[in-house]
């Protein structure tokens, strides 16, 4: 059962920063898939709280939010380069997810 911090964590810097550490751990160790590992690990605990916090629908657009900026990430990529590409849809992620399951008026209790 996780902890009552994780539960009240805000998800945004994990979301973001998951995303942005997924990329570093790719490109340092030259093995994309153990950065898969990292991807599917944060946006997983995010979505579990996600949905806790807004429901299963909110949830669901918000790992879709999360996929398409991981996906999003490699067509910017070149345009304007790898890290600022990572860096841009990780700040949209955050701002997503900070507007709809962190700020605290926007949370609501799924079963409550």
């Not at 926007?106 to 079963?111: G, L, P």
Request: charged share 10%; aromatic share 8%; glycine share 16%.
């Amino acid at each position: 059962m996780p902890s009552r911090f994780a539960k009240d964590a805000p998800t945004w810097p994990v979301a973001a920063g998951s995303l942005a550490l997924g990329f570093a751990v790719a490109q340092a160790t030259g093995v994309r898939p153990l950065g898969g590992v990292v991807l599917a690990a944060g946006c997983g605990w995010c979505a579990l709280r996600w949905r806790e916090r807004v429901g299963g629908g909110r949830a669901a657009g918000l790992v879709g939010l999360y996929l398409a900026a991981f996906a999003g990430s490699h067509v910017l990529g070149h345009a304007i380069g790898a890290w600022p590409s990572v860096a841009l849809v990780s700040a949209v992620v955050a701002a997503g997810t900070y507007a709809v399951a962190d700020a605290g008026p926007a949370r609501r209790v799924a079963n409550a």
